[in-house]
Structures are given as C-alpha cells and as structure tokens.
C-alpha cells in the first residue's frame, strides 16, 4: 500500500505506455503501477546502487520483476525514451529535477511529467513556466503534519508566466478540503514573515502581506492582520 504522496503520483499517471520512475529507490510506485495494471511496464532508475538493489528485491518479491527495467542512471541520462509515455520524480529538491529536466531533451516530446518536489517547488514552478511546459494539474496531499506538492505537466513550447501567488502556491483545487487546510497553514506563515519583516525589510513584509491577502480570500477565512 502507498503513502498518500505515492498515490498521488500513480493517480497522475496516463498508463498509455511505460513510466519511468527516476530515483526509484525501494520501487514501491513501480511496484504499485504494474501490480495495480496502470501500466504493463515500467522503469525504475536510480543514480545508486543501494536503491537500485532494493528496488529489485521489491520487484522480485512481487513477481513483477519480469515487467520492470533497473536502470543505473543520473536523471534520464541512461534511460532510453523509447515506449516512455510517463516519467515521474518525486522525493527530490525542486533543483534537483529541474537539473534532471533541463539534461533530458527527449521530455518535451509529449511526455507525462509527474513531478514531487520536496523543497523549491515555486522554483520548479518558475523553470516550468519558462521552459514552455503547461501545469495540467496541482494537488496537495498531506501526510502528518506535512504537506506534499505534486505537479503534472507536459512541453507545449509555450512560456508563460504566474502571477507571484501562483508561483508560491500553484494553481491547485482550492475547493478542495486538503488544500484549504494547506492556505490556512501557509496564511499563518505569510503572516508571521510579514510581520517579522515589517521594520527592516518592509519590500518583502508587503510581497508577503499581499500573499496572505489572496491566500485569506481562497481559504475563505476573514483577514484579521
Ligand atoms: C528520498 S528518495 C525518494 C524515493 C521515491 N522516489 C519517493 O518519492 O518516495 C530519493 C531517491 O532519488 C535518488 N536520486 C537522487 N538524485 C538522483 C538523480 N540525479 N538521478 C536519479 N536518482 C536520484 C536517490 O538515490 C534516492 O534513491
């Protein structure tokens, strides 16, 4: 059974070919797309050894080994595009999939892009942007006391840009409960960095002050700063 992040990622996946799953490590998603017939192969990279092993163990002990490639590989670097349909980074720093994306020329030829950073996503949201990739779809899972990104996109050749709000924040379902409780939790923050920054950095206070402003309005809760 997956972890609600994990899920997340499956649930994005198209299945109209094979998913690679860079920095796969125990394979659990791999695992869980082939045993649940998302897709009848997958790919499951990793840039170590270790990983690469234990992922292996995860598969055999599925019986679903026959159905997966290993992979040792940085990114996508050693990992051939044909048949990929999906390729999905999740459990890594937003830089670190960007450096994954930006040496992957074959990602902009109608890939599936599940995307799960774990630090900088508005930095990812800004390459995205820029690089001419659409943000299909947002969603906000939280698992504990954490709460976990995860984007879908896809190369249009497109740029565009985000407004700042939609650079911190994506553009996920804010009617959905899970995403409220997320708004409410950045709101505090924002409010607290505004007030903080107040007196001695008062550009940001108010870059952080129009953040809540727009976050209090999608959580529906009243301004009270
Ligand atoms: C925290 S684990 C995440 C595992 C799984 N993807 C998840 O989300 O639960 C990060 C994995 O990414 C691998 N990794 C880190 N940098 C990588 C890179 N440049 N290319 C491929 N794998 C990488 C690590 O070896 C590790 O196994």
Redesign the pocket.
Known sequence: ML?K??SA?AELVSGKGIAC??????A??AAELLRNGTCREVIA????E??LQAAERTLRQAGLLSKAQLIL???LMQVPSDGVTDV?????GGE?II??LEDCPWIKGGVNLIL?P?TKASLLREWLCGKGFDIHEERIVSEGKFFYTVIKAMFSGKKYTLSDFEKELGRPDWSDETVKEYGRFRLSHYRKLSQQMAAALPEAAEYYGKLAEELAGKCSEEEDT
């Open positions: 972890t992040r994990l990622c799953d860079v920095g796969t490590d125990h659990y998603l990279s990793d840039v170590a270790g990983p590989s940085d990114g999905i980074i999740a459990g890594m670190t450096h994954i799960q774990m």
